[in-house]
């Protein structure tokens, strides 16, 4: 009788997607170079505080990725696969704030995410690791690793999407069993796979001799 072959596992995205494969100018300019702009509109949308601003970022940057080949769907990806967060950011600034506030936070939110997703779509994650890299090079003076701090920063950004993919199939779990209210229900599942995610990266980097990240 022959055994049962796994059903593969389903590839994951990098961060907030996988990079997209491509040749435009995006993907030609160097990662330092995105960073720095990134990080100077990111700095604009939240020091202007204007959601005129934020929109008009956001929608920039949609149009941009359509000139360097990212579809804006694949864009709004992101927005779909995270829609229950930002509805709770939402609602808690409806309670806590008027409705100018929520529209500014949350569409600060919107273009800060579509900017980052851009920036991850178009460079390798390679690049985007040794410009980390060279950010944190300070912490050396005080006996940090800025190697050990950029690899253990590449790791938390691949564990996002699976922490996100695990949350979603424990509600999906909970809806079977009738137990949408059970808090329990949907939050032991996700800390034991966690906790488990956490040790097999572990291992794998030991494995892969994690001492012998440069310095």
């Given at each position: 009788m ?8 389903r590839?994951?995205d990098?961060?907030?997607g996988?990079?997209?494969v491509?040749?435009g100018f995006l ?12 990080a100077a509109?990111?700095v ?5 505080r204007s959601p005129t ?6 929608v920039?940057v949609?149009?941009?990725?359509a000139?360097?080949?990212v ?7 992101l927005?779909r ?5 930002l509805?709770?950011?939402?609602a808690?600034?409806?309670v806590?704030?008027?409705l100018a506030?929520a529209?500014e936070?949350l569409?600060r939110?919107i273009a800060?995410?579509l900017g980052a ?5 178009t460079?390798?994650?390679?690049d ?6 060279t950010l944190v090079?300070?912490l050396r003076?005080v006996?940090l ?8 920063g590449?790791v938390?950004l691949r564990a ?6 695990l949350a979603?199939?424990a509600?999906r ?7 949408e209210r ?8 996700l800390?034991t796979?966690?906790?488990d995610?956490a040790r097999?990266t ?5 494995a892969r001799?994690?001492?012998?990240v440069?310095?």
């Amino acid at each position: 009788m022959s055994r049962r072959r796994p059903r593969p596992l389903r590839p994951r995205d990098q961060v907030f997607g996988r990079t997209a494969v491509g040749d435009g100018f995006l993907h030609r300019t160097p990662a330092w170079a995105k960073v720095a702009v990134l990080a100077a509109v990111t700095v604009t949308v939240l020091f202007l505080r204007s959601p005129t601003v934020s929109l008009g970022v956001a929608v920039g940057v949609l149009a941009l990725g359509a000139t360097a080949g990212v579809p804006a769907s694949r864009m709004l990806r992101l927005l779909r696969r995270i829609w229950l967060l930002l509805a709770a950011v939402l609602a808690a600034q409806l309670v806590f704030n008027d409705l100018a506030g929520a529209g500014e936070v949350l569409s600060r939110i919107i273009a800060c995410l579509l900017g980052a997703q851009l920036l991850i779509l178009t460079t390798r994650p390679h690049d985007l690791l040794g410009v980390f890299r060279t950010l944190v090079l300070p912490l050396r003076w005080v006996g940090l690793s800025p190697g050990r701090i950029a690899l253990a920063g590449l790791v938390m950004l691949r564990a996002i999407p699976y922490l996100a993919d695990l949350a979603h199939l424990a509600h999906r779990q909970t809806q079977a069993r009738g137990l949408e209210r059970s808090i329990r229900a949907r939050t032991v599942p996700l800390l034991t796979g966690s906790v488990d995610y956490a040790r097999d990266t572990g291992r794998a980097l030991a494995a892969r001799g994690i001492d012998e990240v440069r310095r």
